[in-house]
């Protein structure tokens, strides 16, 4: 009993990896369809424990609504097309647009040209790339939203509006 009770234990630890990679959410909800009682719990210890070893392989993460906010409010302004596949549904079904964000402003400078380069709290640096003069006084926050052609616009403690392009 002992040596078919390894067996198990060596072949569920062998095949631990394949069971990571086809772990999903689909499998628990699947669960929810089975009629009887004992069937649906073994099916749902199943898939959970696939889930649970999927995680601890490093294969699965759980993300929030919140995390994934953050991930696109930190990467707005760079071309990140993956990103878009983590977007959430409004209630009528269609894809949840993400095209403006408000941050606080940490500095303001301006480079040879003239131009200002803004950092903002989160470590984002914008530079503005027309020519538009603009002269924020103790600026606190930036609104940036998509403009014409995969461009940007930025406003300044809601300012005039003038482009910008992400540098960092």
């Given at each position: ?27 628990v ?33 759980t ?5 994934v ?100």
């Amino acid at each position: 009993m002992t040596r078919f009770l390894s067996a198990v234990a060596a072949i569920c630890l062998v095949s631990l990896p394949a069971i990571a990679e086809n772990a999903s959410t689909g499998d628990v909800y699947a669960c929810a369809e089975i009629t009887g009682n004992d069937e649906r719990l073994a099916c749902y210890d199943a898939a959970v424990g696939r889930l649970k070893a999927a995680e601890e392989a490093g294969e699965l993460t759980t993300v929030t609504r919140a995390e994934v906010e953050q991930a696109k409010r930190e990467t707005f302004g760079f071309s990140m097309p993956s990103l878009r596949s983590f977007g959430f549904k409004n209630d009528d079904g269609s894809q949840e647009k993400f095209d403006e964000v408000t941050l606080a402003v940490k500095s303001v400078s301006r480079d040879a040209g003239g131009k200002l380069r803004i950092t903002l709290e989160g470590g984002q640096v914008w530079v503005q790339n027309d020519g538009m003069r603009i002269r924020p006084k103790n600026p606190s926050e930036a609104h940036i939203y998509a403009a014409a052609l995969g461009s940007y616009k930025m406003k300044i403690d809601g300012g005039m509006a003038f482009r910008v392009r992400r540098e960092q």
